[in-house]
């Protein structure tokens, strides 16, 4: 039996996770999936912000939002180390997810990569944005050069987080170690914590 892509096993965690009118953030739209995913499972009393840097890349997700009629999408081309910067305040803190999928442009500049400084930057806002009960969920991409630095930084930043922050990543392993990695991080139940 053919192992299930870990961008669908994303999906499915998040769907598992969302609700209707919940707030969500797709930090590297691409061609617009991860978007549109996120969108129809928040719904229109829900609201998605989807970043990416290169024009091509809103210019494809703004067609899909359009055909796909979800109107509670705001498309910003800016990096998403800019997304705290550009949701409104009122929200920080209230987010129930932030989308990550690294590297580079389906069917574009494969030169044109997500970068480990960047994309660091984007993680710590992002757990700054997620509610107490909100999830990240990251896709890494060791299989080229840039994609195996960044994998390596955002491995080392996830180690060095505290200890309310539970990390899980899982990777096809029969793929072999440069296949994609899904690393998925939410704040522990106040439970489970060691008490000093």
Known sequence: MRPVPLTTLAHELLRQH??????????????????????????PSGFVWAFD?????IAASEYRRSQAGV????????????MKAVIPEKYHGKLAAVMFNLGYLPGGDKSITTTATETIAALEQALMLLSAT??????????????????????EWAQGLPAFFEVQTQQNAERGPLSAI???????????????
């Open 53 to 57: 840097t290169q024009e091509q890349a």
């Open 182 to 196: 899904l690393m998925t991080i939410h704040k522990r139940p106040e439970s489970t914590l060691d008490t000093p």
């Open 134 to 155: 909100g999830l990240l969920t990251v896709m890494l991409y060791p299989g080229h050069p840039a994609g195996a630095a960044e994998t390596q930084a955002v491995r």
């Open 18 to 43: 969302l609700q209707p009118g919940d707030f969500a953030i797709d930090a590297t739209v691409g061609n617009g999936h991860d978007m549109e995913f996120l969108a129809r499972t928040v719904g």
């Open 71 to 82: 109107n509670w999408v705001q498309l910003q081309q800016v990096s998403h180390s800019q």
